[in-house]
Nanobody, 120 residues
């Protein structure tokens, strides 16, 4: 079965850092891009970042650009999201998803989320 296991969430103070992991299995990792989305109460779902190793591209939402870094370990089939300079507005459930390799917004497989809470 396809699995996208997000982990690494927790409670962190504003200005701190946290690294999320998305471990993928059950599909050909290189055939997809991996995206991070987040959902916060009262807010629209937002695509945070996307990485396509095959295309050699990364994308970031303007809200996280310069603070978050996405990377991929293709041996472990795991994508990471390094979150620096965290703000309270970053508080959300973060989901990883497998998307079309050239269209990060087109989700094929959703994973379960991990909660990130940033305190002020």
């Amino acid at each position: 079965d396809v699995q996208l296991q997000a982990s690494g969430g927790g409670l962190v103070q504003a200005g701190g850092s946290l690294t999320l992991s998305c471990a993928a299995s059950g599909f050909t990792f290189d055939d997809y891009a991996i995206s991070w989305f987040r959902q916060a109460p009262g807010r629209e779902r937002e695509e945070v970042s996307c990485i396509s190793s095959s295309f050699g591209i990364t994308n970031y939402a303007d809200s996280v650009k310069g603070r978050f870094t996405i990377s991929s370990d293709n041996v472990k089939n795991t994508v990471y999201l390094l979150m620096n300079s965290l703000k309270p507005e970053d508080t959300a459930v973060y989901y990883c998803a497998a998307t079309l390799v050239d269209r990060c917004a087109y989700v094929k497989y959703w994973g379960q989320g991990t909660l990130v809470t940033v305190s002020s």
